[in-house]
């Protein structure tokens, strides 16, 4: 694997502990601010929403330079929002510093995939993007867990300091291992928007919300379930995220590896077993080590769907596919939304805090069909006709006589 993936992985690194490490930071936030916990949690909320606004705004602007130069702005922009967050004198200048660093999210890992897949050979795109998207993944085991000691030793604001750092690295990372690209010839908005007609580009999306979606319907409340079901003490549930994040590891490793030789096959087995798993985390969250068996299982199996999920997109928006790609990132974060948003409904119900896992089981299941349906009309679209075209010998050519062409037409 090239080196350049390192610094793609670094700048993962970075935008991963930003995203998460706030939720252990929450109370020390509210207190400086003096605002409840539920007005503290909108940053949070206002994060994964600039995730999803500014994923394709800022994909946008950024077909007017070249990719490595646009990754660059944005590590640039993710270190502004830090160091606003860092120093904010009210709430509402660090809400806004959460949006500044948000808006390059989704982008940088929409273009960051792009920029890996074509670091290497065809046959290993997908190991590619895994490895830049292991650096989201440790920071889940590293960053979050050490930016949270930091920030309940130290302040908060340190924390955003140290990210901000992280941010400085990988804009450097990007400058001196990234190979300067050529930018794009004819790529206009009209054309990144025409990946969206493809029907499987859609379904690819919304595998990624629901199956996604489904890994956090579960963890969002893995706090209270932990504690309040399982009998954790509440110091125990960072070691139980850690857990979870060297489950996350693992699945994106294997995801990666596997979704280069069998992408369908393996989309059909991690949101399988991923539904079963979540299912029977409503049983084992009960037991102290079958629920942390569980935990780790569920990190895993839901990263496993990440690498081959942005290859698809990738592959099936081929010739416009950085927006499609960045579009893709965003929809991880509104699969977040709405699974907290639901897992939220079924505990307020009154169903008890392990409900939200029968949530999880029935997105993931859903995109299991989902899954099911894109294999079944992409083994359509290779129709008879088009078969005997592809492979029937080609008619002899004579001298001045140019090449019939075949009338199947051949869909992606």
């Known amino acids: 694997m090239p080196l350049a993936l390192l610094a793609l992985a670094i700048g993962a690194f970075g935008i991963g502990t930003t995203e998460f490490v ?7 936030v509210a207190a400086d601010f003096q605002v409840s916990i539920p007005t503290a949690g909108f940053l ?10 500014g994923a394709p705004l800022m994909t946008t602007l950024g077909t007017r330079v070249t990719r490595k130069r646009m990754l660059m702005l944005l590590m640039g922009l993710f270190i502004v929002g830090n160091v606003v967050s860092a120093l904010a004198p009210s709430f509402g200048v660090m809400l806004t510093g959460r949006v500044i660093a948000s808006l390059a ?7 960051g995939s792009v920029v890996a897949a074509d670091l290497v050979a065809p046959e290993k795109k997908a190991g590619a993007i895994a490895m830049m998207f292991t650096g989201l993944t440790v920071a889940n085991v590293v960053g ?3 930016g949270t000691f930091v920030g309940q030793t130290l302040g908060w604001r340190v924390t955003f300091f140290v990210v901000a750092g992280l941010g ?13 690209q050529p930018k794009p010839q ?17 379904l690819a999306m919304a595998m990624t919300v629901l199956g996604f979606g489904g890994v956090f319907a579960a963890i969002t409340y893995i706090t209270p379930m932990m504690t309040e079901t399982a009998g954790f003490a509440s110091s125990s549930v960072t070691w139980l995220l850690v857990l979870f994040g060297l489950g996350m590891v693992g699945g994106n490793l294997l995801g990666g590896k596997f979704a280069d030789r069998h992408l369908m096959p393996m989309l059909y087995v991690s949101l399988g077993a991923l539904a079963a798993v979540l299912a029977l985390f409503t049983l084992t969250a009960h037991n102290k080590i079958a629920a942390a068996v ?8 839901g990263f496993a769907t990440v690498p081959p999920l942005q290859k698809r997109v990738l592959d099936q928006a081929a010739g416009a596919p950085t927006l499609a790609s960045a579009v893709n990132i965003g929809a991880f974060n509104l699969g977040n939304a709405l699974s907290a948003w639901l897992g939220g ?40 006709g088009r078969q005997v075209a592809e492979h029937a010998p080609a008619a002899a050519v004579g001298p001045g006589e140019s090449a019939p062409t075949a009338s199947v037409p051949i869909s992606r």
């Open 44 to 53: 949070v909320t206002g994060y994964a929403l600039g995730v999803v606004l």
């Open 105 to 111: 999210h989704g982008a940088f890992f929409g273009i």
């Open 186 to 202: 004819g790529v206009r908005i009209r054309h990144e928007l025409a990946a969206f007609r493809n029907v499987q580009v859609l």
């Open 294 to 301: 569980t935990i780790v299982l569920i990190g895993a199996l």
């Open 22 to 28: 706030i939720m252990g930071l929450l109370p020390d």
């Open 144 to 146: 979050v867990p050490l």
């Open 168 to 180: 400085v690295l990988g804009l450097l990372g990007v400058a001196k291992l990234v190979p300067e």
């Open 345 to 384: 409904i079924v505990i307020a119900a009154g169903f008890g805090y392990t409900a939200p896992n029968w949530v999880g089981a029935a997105l993931a299941a859903a995109a299991l069909l989902l899954a099911v349906l894109s294999g079944v009309l992409e083994r359509r679209s290779v129709t008879p």
